[in-house]
């Protein structure tokens, strides 16, 4: 038998990368190739929650609140929407390995979390995004966040990437064109 040399992507949400209940969680996963290099991805994740774009699709407002900035341990002050529901709590930076991996979490519940990682490869970098909540309520209404929530948060994942290599590559072009 000849090895397939299409190699599927390993999306699962690291063990280390959540804390949920398994029965309350709702996570995303998403992938892209980034024609950029990992530095400039890594740095237009960890701005979001420093000056977010207009077009971001999770969060709406951020203000930094700790002098510790842009490392493990930095707070900052968020407005998101978690698929759909507008949460307002602070943000703690629980990874931050420059341009390999950045991951933050709500400090307040319903928890929500987003996990990064950024790997280079010869045409750029791939970005791969984990996007989880907890959902709070009743069975009925878990259940219902289970169907729809996930469709939404999929959705905000891609759309996430989408802003994101849109940036990354428009920097990258600009930076050779000069």
Sequence with gaps: MVPSSKVEPDLRLPRHATAFSADRAVVASQEVLVRAGAPSCFDLALRRLEQPSPRDPVVLRATPVSEVTRRTG???YVVINAA?????????????????????????????????????EPAGTVVRVHLGYEVPGTIVSRFWQEVVGRRRIEGQARRLLGMLKEAAESTAGNQADE
């Design 74 to 76: 930095a707070v900052s």
């Design 84 to 120: 759909g529901s507008t949460l307002e709590s602070r943000a703690i930076i629980t990874v931050h390995r420059p341009d390999r991996v950045l991951s933050w979490v709500l400090t307040d519940y319903p928890k929500y979390k987003e996990y990064w990682r950024f790997a280079p």
